[in-house]
């Protein structure tokens, strides 16, 4: 696969905040994975390492993927280019020559066959007192960021004996045809079955049932929410879990 690690600026400079991508492009036929690989491959995983911060958690953030099901084999995958990004920001009271990022980089890619992959990838940028930015580029760092941004919806989750009901709210949105849920949280839900949607007025109510031996943490589902509208277009949610 081809991964790169792309900086929206030049050179940057004390109290600064910078976003970076990164790129990653599978070769033809094969495909990586979703935070949550789903029954086959494994997470892509990110870990961020800078100068400028350090006990800190710096978040990549995660596209929605493709969602693969074949032969009740459910996968979360990415086959095409996928950008992942992230902010840094620089304390006013650094003092240094560079900003040096380096990012450790875990994948599993399948195609016939899967192969663990991984990598790190690194970059430095200097600092200046006029920080510049690089051209051409703005187009690509929107269109990441808002692919891989999501507004939230509330969501009432109920485990029982077999399965686990969803209710969510829509607010205002209306004209939905259809709506899928993307657990994040690994080892709970089993898509591959058929599962009653139900929406009325502003509610979308949903039972999804369990995989046959349940080990993920059910005390922190986490979700993304699939809606696709009467006019075919999509968007995705963050599943905003409230009592």
């Known amino acids: 696969i081809q991964i790169e690690l792309i900086s929206e600026k030049l050179n940057v400079t004390q109290g600064d905040t910078i976003r970076f991508i990164i790129k990653?492009?599978?070769?033809?036929?094969?495909?990586?994975?979703w935070i949550n690989p789903g029954d086959a491959?494994?997470?892509t995983l990110f870990s961020v390492k800078s100068n400028v911060h350090s006990n800190d958690s710096v978040g990549v953030l995660y596209s929605p993927p493709e969602l693969s099901i074949e032969n009740d084999i459910v996968?979360?995958?990415?086959?095409?280019?996928?950008?992942?990004?992230?902010t840094l920001s620089v304390p006013q009271n650094f003092y240094g020559t560079f900003l040096e990022v380096s990012i450790d980089i875990n994948w599993v890619a399948c195609k016939f066959k899967c192969v663990p992959g991984s990598t790190t990838v690194c970059l430095k940028l200097p600092f200046s007192l006029y920080p510049k930015r690089k051209k051409n580029l703005e187009k690509i760092f929107k269109k990441a960021l808002s692919s891989a941004s999501f507004d939230s919806l509330e969501t009432k989750v109920?485990?029982?004996?077999?399965?686990?009901?969803f209710e969510i709210n829509l607010g205002n949105h209306e004209e939905v045809k259809n709506v899928l849920v993307y657990p994040i949280t690994p080892g709970i839900l089993d898509i591959s079955k058929i599962y009653d949607v139900e929406i009325m007025n502003s509610k979308v109510f949903l039972k999804i049932p369990y995989?046959?031996?349940v080990w993920g943490d059910t005390t922190d589902i986490q979700a993304l929410i699939k809606i696709t509208y009467k006019n075919n277009n999509t968007k995705y949610f963050k599943a905003k879990f409230v009592k």
């Open 24 to 33: 990653i492009k599978p070769r033809s036929g094969w495909h990586i994975y």
């Open 41 to 43: 491959g494994g997470a």
């Open 75 to 86: 996968s979360f995958e990415y086959s095409k280019e996928t950008y992942f990004p992230f």
């Open 158 to 165: 109920q485990f029982y004996t077999d399965y686990s009901s």
């Open 211 to 213: 995989i046959q031996y």
